[in-house]
């Protein structure tokens, strides 16, 4: 068990806490709190957080603090105390969302500017040396877990430049009929039960079944079934879209 551990979290879904990323990121975060995590959660569209603009001044003349005065000023020495980072975003254009990349991006004052061999790769050094572990939370509407395959392997560089152990990916394709099935009572307790379990294995046993994380992104109807259904979803949303344009 990971004891008095910290953990800090991050939405960036601009739906915040009624989007489809909200959906398993509540439950894995609920497990957590269960295994006795001290849990954070933010929402980076109640952040000012202005994109980092190379000045390096973080790493040479002011260490550890960036020359922007905003949210990062606060937020900055929670992320820096925390045990655990989770990363929760849907998925934009096969990356995280803008607002998460920027904070991602913002994490630069961690970072000596002098360069060291770490897994025979050039990186930075830390000013202040600490294990963590980040967690990639996402959602995606496509069928397929191989969605994922590009923000995984963004998620599991940027945790090799800050030197944190990429502990896994909670991953939910075709999110929105996860939603839609849970609104309409459908079988698929099953999936937040397994969220929960995630989170709660992270804090009790310092890593995620792999059975579990497989459970969490199981199909939910045949890959045709979804085709089916998402494009006549999509019909009737351009068919309201007409009917509204044409009554103004």
């Given at each position: 068990?990971?004891?008095?551990?910290?953990?800090?979290n991050?939405?960036?879904?601009?739906?915040?806490?009624?989007?489809n990323?909200?959906?398993?990121?509540?439950?894995?975060?609920?497990?957590?709190?269960?295994?006795?995590?001290?849990?954070?959660?933010?929402?980076?569209?109640?952040?000012?957080?202005?994109?980092?603009?190379?000045d390096?001044?973080?790493?040479?003349?002011t260490?550890?603090t960036?020359?922007?005065?905003?949210?990062?000023?606060?937020?900055?020495?929670?992320?820096?105390?925390?045990?655990i980072?989770?990363?929760?975003?849907?998925?934009?254009?096969?990356?995280?969302?803008?607002?998460m990349?920027?904070l991602?991006?913002?994490?630069?004052?961690?970072?000596?500017?002098?360069?060291e061999?770490?897994?025979?790769?050039?990186r930075?050094p830390?000013?202040t040396?600490?294990?963590?572990?980040?967690?990639?939370v996402?959602?995606?509407?496509?069928?397929?877990?191989?969605?994922?395959?590009?923000?995984?392997?963004?998620?599991?560089?940027?945790?090799?430049?800050v030197?944190a152990?990429?502990?896994?990916?909670?991953?939910?394709?075709?999110?929105?009929?996860?939603?839609?099935?849970?609104?309409?009572?459908?079988?698929?307790?099953?999936?937040?039960?397994?969220?929960r379990?995630?989170?709660?294995?992270?804090?009790?046993?310092?890593?995620?079944?792999?059975?579990?994380?497989?459970?969490?992104?199981?199909?939910?109807?045949?890959?045709?079934?979804f085709?089916?259904?998402a494009?006549?979803?999509?019909?009737?949303?351009?068919?309201?879209?007409?009917i509204?344009?044409?009554?103004?």
């Amino acid at each position: 068990m990971i004891s008095k551990c910290y953990a800090t979290n991050y939405n960036s879904s601009p739906h915040k806490g009624n989007g489809n990323t909200a959906v398993i990121l509540d439950p894995f975060l609920q497990g957590m709190k269960e295994a006795g995590a001290d849990i954070s959660l933010h929402y980076t569209d109640d952040l000012i957080i202005s994109a980092c603009r190379g000045d390096l001044r973080c790493m040479t003349h002011t260490p550890g603090t960036c020359i922007h005065d905003d949210d990062m000023r606060w937020l900055f020495p929670k992320m820096e105390d925390a045990d655990i980072w989770v990363l929760a975003s849907p998925l934009y254009c096969d990356g995280v969302t803008g607002p998460m990349k920027t904070l991602m991006d913002r994490m630069v004052p961690l970072l000596q500017l002098f360069v060291e061999l770490r897994e025979d790769r050039c990186r930075h050094p830390l000013w202040t040396p600490k294990e963590r572990m980040i967690v990639l939370v996402s959602n995606c509407g496509f069928w397929e877990n191989e969605s994922f395959d590009p923000v995984i392997a963004q998620t599991k560089a940027f945790a090799k430049n800050v030197h944190a152990e990429y502990a896994g990916s909670i991953i939910r394709p075709h999110g929105p009929t996860l939603k839609a099935m849970i609104q309409k009572g459908l079988p698929v307790q099953d999936v937040l039960d397994s969220i929960r379990d995630a989170g709660f294995q992270l804090i009790d046993k310092g890593y995620m079944d792999e059975c579990t994380l497989n459970a969490i992104s199981r199909p939910l109807k045949t890959r045709d079934a979804f085709l089916k259904d998402a494009n006549e979803i999509i019909q009737n949303i351009i068919d309201h879209a007409m009917i509204h344009s044409e009554s103004l």
